[in-house]
């Protein structure tokens, strides 16, 4: 309150706290917080290590020499064996390749910390049991999430990660418009990463098929889209119910229709 020196806003303010006109703020748990702190230290390490190597390839196309498609742990390789005639390039490249190798190397300990501690987690190990959720997801809805008990229904959660529509009402004017994007960018990225995955590899689902028809009707994008606000409600009533995804005898139908 230290900002506000106006007499008539303190007292305002006083009759709100006073009167309950306010809505608390939910303060995540210190585990969470310790989670989310380890997955963004990853996702930071993660973006530095591409940065690099964006910037050596681009350097070295200069040069008329191109990388192509290589795994991560060829690229070193394949980079000394362009510069091995050039010894400017060399002396040049090298000291990048040296922070890459660091910062590859510290990330793969956070990914180990990321996977250990996933196996650990009962709910983590719940929710990887859906399509298309891996550690990373389940790790970072988790964290977002925290207490279940904290909505009143699965579907507030989609809402509440910014995956559901604005809506767009004045007089005549009546009309959904994009997504709300409202909340934990990194849980809404996740989920989205999630449904991608689940619409394109692994076995066929009920979720992959709705998924699917949407796509057909409007748009891959927009299927995708509805498909991580789905996920979202799925996830969280997994949660509370304590139960897996089971692939066969309709259950994942059931949750289909109770999220829907």
Request: hydrophobic residues 40%; glycine residues 8%; charged residues 30%.
């Amino acid at each position: 309150m230290r900002n506000k020196t106006d007499r008539n806003d303190a007292r305002g303010i006083a009759q709100l706290v006073r009167l309950g006109w306010f809505r608390r703020v939910f303060v995540k748990s210190d585990e969470a917080q310790r989670t989310r702190m380890l997955l963004v230290s990853r996702s930071h390490l993660l973006g530095k290590s591409q940065d690099i190597e964006n910037c050596i390839r681009g350097s070295l196309k200069v040069f008329g020499l191109r990388i192509g498609v290589i795994t991560k742990r060829g690229f070193e390789g394949r980079v000394l064996e362009l510069v091995a005639s050039d010894p400017s390039l060399i002396a040049i490249v090298e000291p990048l390749l040296r922070a890459r190798r660091t910062i590859v190397e510290a990330f793969e300990r956070l990914d180990r910390l990321c996977i250990q501690l996933a196996r650990r987690d009962p709910i983590c190990r719940r929710l990887m049991t859906v399509p298309g959720v891996g550690v990373i997801v389940a790790l970072t809805y988790v964290t977002g999430v925290d207490a279940p008990e904290r909505f009143r229904r699965s579907r507030d959660v989609g809402a509440h990660f910014g995956l559901t529509p604005k809506r767009y009402s004045s007089g005549q004017i009546d009309y959904d418009g994009r997504i709300s994007r409202c909340g934990d960018e990194m849980v809404r990225t996740a989920l989205y990463q999630a449904a991608h995955v689940l619409m394109h590899h692994g076995r066929w689902s009920s979720l992959r098929s709705w998924a699917m028809r949407i796509a057909k009707r409007r748009s891959v994008k927009l299927a995708k889209v509805a498909l991580a606000r789905k996920l979202a409600v799925v996830m969280h009533r997994m949660w509370c119910d304590g139960t897996d995804f089971r692939w066969s005898d309709g259950h994942d139908s059931d949750v289909l229709n109770a999220a829907a």
